[in-house]
DNA sequence: TTGAAAGCGCTAACAC
DNA sequence: GTGTTAGCGCTTTCAA
């Protein structure tokens, strides 16, 4: 009954001992570690320099609790993100974590699946007091602009993932946000095919973005290519393949279709790195674990996670926030380098 | 400058507006609402009536913030979880946040990876004066198991996940825990490819139980059998299953060495579902992805995650909790229940 | 430039 | 049974 009162052994710097230890108000105290800028102007620095090297010498830690009891908030930070399965996702999620940890937030992460969409999340973190949000809206957010723009109005802190990059519209231009150059994507894999020998390509999967800037690429060397969207069975994509011949470069705008398509292809004695050249994108699979390897598009999902709770939590404090764009980075493999190429393609040691 | 007196439209119900609108104090209504059990003991049935009417007409929620302010830690759970990067992973988290959420408590996820051991976790929280701690070791808790103790020791609250099924042995029994029945797993796997008419085995891959349960099973029929840990190569386990013949079951204990596998065998002839019956572990594909489709093991981790906070803030209002159970499931797919075998196995339509 | 004091929403002694 | 009161650690007036 009595377990609500065991106190930490470690019971904390507060800032009364930092006060007592400096000799001075707990208001100055506040005021010189208020991570607001400009609220310290009012102390004098000999002061401030004495209070923040008790601070320090203490190690004290804010207690964000009572600091958002005070504002009538909380000290966490609500999350909305795609109901994607996969490590990209549990990256964003550990560089959200890293992040709010470092800054002693918390973090309430939210997943747009058939129980919740971006209305419902907006409404629960309002009526949970969440001090800010980080909205990775899946496709155009214009689905909930409305909402988010009152939610906004109001008040509300909110940065914006936009990992399809500045390319897609948005009716909130004036929200922060992170983008993912994910054009860059597309022109880093057209690129490394076009430097393969690729002359006819074929496209498996959606993601304007990318598709586009891809295309555009490849129609400056008058390339030939076809676009599957990612409805289509790999039975479809192949037949292309073998009506394009040997210099054809597919490039599968997820890893996941890669797979998908690597996998009939070998069935189908094609083998990827040899007879045809195969991307994919998202890095999803440690390059070990394929054969052949798969080439992938690396994006930085934990950087951007890290960065936009930075961002949120620095918008917080009222302090200026710049947009942030990141860059994929294209990861060559046996799929496009080419594969088996000395012998007659057995790895088994058979 | 003011961003942070912005406060939100919905300003919320306190204590306060409950005991105005029930006519009785707050110490009435906060010792009928507090979770813990025998606590509004003392309050007659009809005030207790009362209050619960208003709250529920007021649509109250909990401030957890400043109910764990008095306490002196904060309304936030940390987890500590191993470093996979994967669906599963993701799932257990979405059980974590769904039951968070329905609690009004904070998360707190933290990855052993480079960056931070058990040990490390430990120290964080209890420097960050987390309530209560749901740990998810990556092997034996042995690891850290003494700093862990002298957590529960000085009253830390925590939850351990062993996804290993109750056979790992711990050296802190007394424990609340939630285990998955791993050793079922396996039998199930064993079970479902001895009725396909496998009698030959090949096993790829860890992880002690299931693998444990899976040679039991099969021994108890006399089958043969030979064990590759996930060091090997695709091509050795190959080789073997070659000498076995058609008859042939391989148990993957991670569907990706399944996929690994699976691409290698396609890569060589070889068609799951046919020449061979190929099972995985995870469900980290969805089965429409590969070709053939792989059969695996579904694991319920959400539920894990969800029913682990659920016991943990249980256990931190000091309610009973009981150590919980999941089973994993088998489900069946082309790779074991058979593959193409009306035509020469050609999926394209050429 | 600094400090005293009130108060955020809740809990828990202690009175009544 | 119920109410009064004093905080938890911090922010923010307001006075000095």
Chains 1, 2 share one sequence.
Do not use: W
Not at 311 to 334: K, S
């Amino acid at each position: 009954m009595k377990q609500l009162m065991v106190k930490e052994a470690t019971s904390g710097i507060v800032l009364a001992d930092i006060a007592a230890d400096a000799a001075c108000s707990v208001a100055a105290v506040s005021l010189v570690l208020n991570p607001r800028p400009d609220r310290d102007s009012r102390i004098s620095p000999r002061t401030r320099e004495r209070i923040l090297a008790s601070a320090r010498r203490l190690g004290y830690r804010p207690n964000r609790n009572a600091e958002f009891l005070k504002r009538g908030c909380i000290p966490e930070i609500g999350v909305f993100l795609p109901d994607f399965g996969n490590d990209l996702m549990l990256e964003f999620i550990k560089g959200c974590c890293v992040s709010a940890k470092e800054e002693a937030f918390s973090l309430s992460f939210c997943f747009d699946d058939a129980s919740a969409d971006l209305g419902a999340f907006l409404a629960e973190a309002t009526a949970r007091r969440n001090c800010a949000l980080l909205v990775y809206p899946r496709q155009d957010p214009r689905d909930a602009g409305e909402e988010l723009r009152r939610y906004c109005a109001s008040g509300g802190k909110v940065v914006l993932v936009e990992p399809q990059g500045p390319a897609v519209r948005c009716p909130l231009p004036e929200l922060p946000r992170v983008f993912l150059d994910d054009g860059l994507g597309g022109k880093l894999v057209a690129d490394h095919l076009l430097k393969q020998g690729c002359r006819n390509f074929v496209i498996y999967g959606d993601g304007r973005t990318r598709v586009s800037a891809f295309v555009k690429q490849i129609e400056k060397k008058r390339c030939r290519f076809t676009h599957f969207s990612m409805r289509h069975d790999p039975a479809a994509i192949i037949a292309e393949i073998r009506s394009f011949g040997a210099d054809t470069g597919v490039f599968c705008t997820l890893d996941i279709l890669a797979v998908s398509l690597h996998t009939a292809l070998l069935r189908e004695g094609i083998i990827p790195g040899r007879e045809v050249k195969l991307c994919g994108y998202d890095c999803l699979f440690s390059p070990d674990r394929l054969t052949p390897k798969l080439t992938s598009v690396f994006q930085p999902f934990r950087e951007l996670g890290y960065r936009a709770v930075k961002m949120l939590i620095d918008q917080v404090y009222g302090r200026a926030v710049e947009n942030m764009t990141f860059r994929p980075e294209l990861m060559p493999q046996e799929s496009t380098l080419g594969y088996g190429k000395t012998d007659n393609g057995a790895t088994s040691p058979k």
